[in-house]
T-cell receptor, first 110, second 114 residues
Framework: KNEVEQSPQNLTAQEGEFITINCSYSVGISALHWLQQHPGGGIVSLFMLSSGKKKHGRLIATINIQEKHSSLHITASHPRDSAVYICAVPSSNTGNQFYFGTGTSLTVIP | EAGVTQSPTHLIKTRGQQATLRCSPISGHTSVYWYQQALGLGLQFLLWYDEGEERNRGNFPPRFSGRQFPNYSSELNVNALELEDSALYLC?????????????FGDGTRLSIL
């Protein structure tokens, strides 16, 4: 069993749609990271959160520590949002080792 | 502010050779992380350096090694290269090595083994 599970693996949406990507984890954590990876490999850190909700522009991230679950939402999706979104959890039990979800590949069609 | 820089961008080697990848963290960051992303696979944690010392390593054989220099830059060395070492190697840095610091990623080095 993977320490971090993401769903869905692939997602295709029409421009303007509301998108949700889910992440469940099994290790003990104090913070969870959402990353965005564009074609070509560059990775950008979108959010780091340990409770509640964070919002940045059209992106919203939520986390429920008790249920070990986080969601990334994109409102009014746009083709430039097309990327792979990765959930990452640093495990405080294993000396700062990060566990990564396999990523959700999002394609937004104009 | 300059971001995390990695060199080279691409590296082509043959089986059995040795590869050296380099990373310069954001100024002021003392922690450097190395990750491997093989084609079709997710990110895998390789190594974590903080204040010049190796703090943790992932589940990789000893032929993957590295070091962090006094200026906090880092290099990753891969000896006795194998075909399955072909991957994108990403470096990230953070202010210090705790799990509640955001990581800033470089653009990666794409290593191809022929």
């Amino acid at each position: 069993k993977n320490e971090v599970e993401q769903s869905p693996q692939n997602l295709t949406a029409q421009e303007g749609e509301f998108i949700t990507i889910n992440c469940s984890y099994s290790v003990g954590i104090s913070a969870l990271h959402w990353l965005q990876q564009h074609p070509g490999g560059g990775i950008v850190s979108l959010f780091m959160l340990s409770s509640g909700k964070k919002k940045h522009g059209r992106l919203i991230a939520t986390i429920n520590i008790q249920e070990k679950h986080s969601s990334l939402h994109i409102t009014a999706s746009h083709p430039r949002d097309s990327a792979v979104y990765i959930c990452a959890v640093p495990s405080s039990n294993t000396g700062n080792q990060f566990y990564f979800g396999t990523g959700t590949s999002l394609t937004v069609i104009p | 502010e300059a971001g995390v820089t990695q060199s080279p961008t691409h590296l082509i080697k043959t089986r059995g050779q040795q590869a050296t990848l380099r990373c310069s963290p954001i100024s002021g960051h003392t922690s450097v992380y190395w990750y491997q992303q093989a084609l079709g696979l997710g990110l895998q944690f390789l190594l974590w350096y903080d204040e010049g010392e190796e703090r943790n390593r992932g589940n990789f054989p000893p032929r993957f090694s590295g070091r962090q220099f006094p200026n906090y830059s880092s290099e990753l060395n891969v000896n006795a290269l194998e075909l399955e070492d072909s991957a994108l190697y990403l470096c990230a840095s953070s202010l210090w090595g705790t799990y509640n610091q955001p990581q800033h990623f470089g653009d990666g080095t794409r290593l191809s083994i022929l």
